[in-house]
């Protein structure tokens, strides 16, 4: 097993076979699901592993285990992809105490009809725990992204167990940019509740941190101030990148022609970066996690059943529920007889914070003609004002 320090080890898990994480996200990398063990004069394990993975799992802890019975579970959020493993780690460790906070300890009831707890222990905020050299304190971190998380921080080791914040796509036996899949996860996940995640770093900004071991992705060890800088952005709505964030679906292909002249418009005026997805097409979470990461989204789309195209009715719906805010707003509209996008589109933003729209719009009736040319340009100068 891999040691993140001299005490504590690495136990989780890779998961290769997985076709939809969470129900809904496709992992073309795999998804890891992460366990530690710290080894003191008293053993405590963060997290089980996702239900099919029992027996993997459990071999994990018996190689830095061997005999020793583990006295502590310590449960740090409840969703299935960590918990789903605590009765059957109880039928074989029935006198390891279980750790968790109140809720934690309702949600077990709730998912495990009839479960026997032996041993609890429940903490509050702030609570520590010693196990011997090390000694632990309990950070709630209440709907990041499930009302039960919380934080773990060992002052000895100087170590945050941060259950799913700072995780990722991806299994860790698969090299790849951390940023990426790191930033999709987020505003997949746990984007709605960027408050709730503001609240947390204030909190972790407190502690003197050496290493994060989060519940999903890589251990991060070096230039923390990267992984946290970037949450403060995401979770604070902040740009990110300078750019723009063209989201288009088209049905014959003429908004799509639209989208691309765009496109090339913004690049030859000098614009930073131009993202385009047709979002039919590509995944869904990856045009959520741009047009976060962007601060100007054009969208264009078609009048659809009175309504506008279903993919990005979906896609603005994402948006929306994860409070999408501070950014600016180009339409390209098109409609054969009675175009109503851009008064659709607004509609559905209407209690979205701090949106500024463009005055210009793209009106297309069926195809592009010459006369949207001139649109066009002026949308390209008014994005990059
Ligand atoms: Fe990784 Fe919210 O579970």
């Known amino acids: 097993m891999n040691n993140i320090t001299n005490d504590i080890y690495y136990i989780g898990v890779n998961d290769h076979e997985v076709d939809l994480f969470e129900g809904q996200y496709d992992v073309p990398n795999g998804m890891a699901y992460n366990s530690y063990i710290v080894v003191d004069d008293k053993t405590a394990i963060f997290d089980t592993v996702d239900g099919r993975f029992t027996e993997q799992w459990l071999n994990n802890i018996t190689e830095v285990l061997a005999d020793r019975t583990p006295d502590y579970i310590i449960v740090q959020h409840m969703e299935p992809d960590h918990s789903a493993n605590l009765k059957n780690f109880l039928t074989k460790y029935p006198e390891t105490t279980v750790v968790g906070n109140a809720k934690t300890f309702a949600m077990i009831e709730a998912f495990f ?6 041993n609890k222990l ?3 905020e702030g609570d520590k725990l010693s196990l011997g050299r090390h000694e632990l ?5 209440p709907m990041v992204h499930w009302p039960e998380v919380m934080f773990t921080y060992d002052s000895t080791d100087k170590v945050l167990f941060s259950a799913d914040a700072f995780g990722k796509f ?3 036996d698969v090299d790849e940019d951390w940023a990426c899949e790191a930033r999709r996860y987020y505003f997949g996940i746990v984007g709605k ?5 503001q609240n947390v770093l204030k909190k972790a900004s407190a502690l003197d941190i050496q290493t994060i071991c989060p519940l999903h992705g890589p251990v991060l060890k070096e230039d923390l ?3 946290l800088g970037l949450y403060n ?12 964030f063209i989201a288009y679906t088209s049905v014959y292909g003429n908004t799509k022609k639209a989208a691309e002249l765009l496109k090339e418009k913004l690049e030859a005026k000098g614009c930073p970066k131009v993202a385009i997805a047709d979002l039919a097409r590509e995944d869904m979470a990856e045009s959520v996690e741009d047009a976060f990461r962007y601060g100007k989204l054009v969208i264009a789309t078609t009048t659809y059943n009175a309504d506008i195209f279903p ?7 994402d948006l929306t529920e994860r409070n999408y805010q501070n950014r600016t707003i180009g339409i390209i509209e098109n409609g054969s007889w009675v175009p109503a996008v851009a008064k659709t589109v607004k509609a559905m933003f209407e209690k979205s914070k701090n949106i500024t729209w463009t005055e210009a719009t793209v009106s297309l009736r069926s195809s592009l003609k010459t006369s949207n040319i001139a649109q066009i340009e002026a949308l390209a100068d008014e994005l990059l004002k």
């Open 113 to 118: 009809e009839g479960i026997t707890i032996a």
């Open 122 to 124: 429940e903490v509050k």
């Open 137 to 141: 304190t309990f950070v709630f971190a």
């Open 170 to 172: 991806g299994a860790l």
């Open 193 to 197: 509740y960027g408050m709730q995640v």
């Open 225 to 227: 101030g990267y992984y």
């Open 233 to 244: 952005t995401w979770s604070s709505y902040g740009v990110e990148s300078e750019g723009v």
């Open 311 to 317: 993919f990005m009715k979906h896609f603005i719906l």
